[in-house]
């Protein structure tokens, strides 16, 4: 049982460049995340996924898309990545229905990228 | 704007001291609260939770105190112990999603 993994750990790209952040769970939980986490910021929510084939945006989805393959998976997709885009990505997941007790999120270990 | 404030940076506490960390929310609307625990270069690990129709809840050591009215929780560690050393980020939901505040790192010196 390896809970939520992340590929890759490390990733510097250039300025323009396009790249997948994979995440997947073995844990069948509804409910998935990706945030990412700056100095002085804390974790903020890119998008999450209710459920398996649903999408929304979080604070902040600027310059990311994402995709729920299936109720495994949920990657992310930087299209042209930016500097501003330089931060350590969080996948998570959760069970996502019913009481409080539910909705517990466990992370994975994170992806620092690099853009430059 | 951010709903969910950790205005203390970083804390040092002595062993086998306790830890107060607080938390300060906006949102009159959310009703679970959780705290996270953080070491370098792992991702969070959930610490313990408080839903809105309570206002304690304990686990060993860890004590989450909520208090509605003045929208503020806080997380108390007794005994306070070295391997407690790490970034604790306390969270808020009203739904599916969540808010973190922005962390504060505690230190606990032997």
């Known amino acids: 049982n390896a809970g939520v993994t992340q590929t890759p750990k490390f990733q510097v790209l250039k300025t323009g460049q396009s790249m997948t952040l994979q995440c997947a769970q073995d844990?069948?939980?509804?409910?998935m995340y990706w945030y990412r986490q700056d100095p002085g910021m804390g974790l903020r929510l890119i998008y999450y996924?209710?459920?398996?084939?649903?999408?929304d945006k979080g604070e902040v989805p600027n310059g990311y898309n994402v995709s729920r393959l299936n109720k495994r998976e949920f990657s992310l997709r930087l299209e042209s990545a930016a500097p501003s885009q330089t931060s350590v990505y969080f996948c998570?997941?959760?069970?996502?229905?019913?009481?409080?007790?539910?909705?517990?999120?466990?992370f994975g270990p994170g992806t620092r990228l690099t853009v430059l | 704007d951010q709903q969910v404030k950790q205005n203390s940076p970083s804390l040092s506490v002595q062993e086998g001291r306790i830890s107060i960390l607080n938390c300060d929310y906006t949102?009159?609307?959310?009703?679970?609260f959780l705290w996270y625990k953080k070491y370098p270069a792992e991702g969070p690990t959930f610490l313990i939770s408080?839903?809105?129709?309570?206002d304690k809840n304990e686990d060993g050591r860890f004590t989450v105190f909520l208090n509605k009215s003045a929208k503020h929780l806080s997380l108390h560690i007794v005994p306070s112990q070295p391997g407690d050393s790490a970034v604790y980020f306390c969270?808020?939901?009203?739904?599916?999603?969540?808010?973190f505040g922005t962390g504060t790192s505690l230190t606990v010196i032997p």
């Open positions: 998570a997941s959760s069970e996502g229905v019913g009481t409080p007790v539910h909705n517990e999120q466990f």
């Open positions: 844990m069948n939980h509804n409910s």
């Open positions: 996924s209710a459920s398996e084939g649903t999408t």
């Open positions: 949102n009159s609307m959310f009703d679970y």
């Open positions: 408080i839903s809105s129709i309570k």
């Open positions: 969270a808020a939901s009203g739904g599916l999603q969540f808010y």
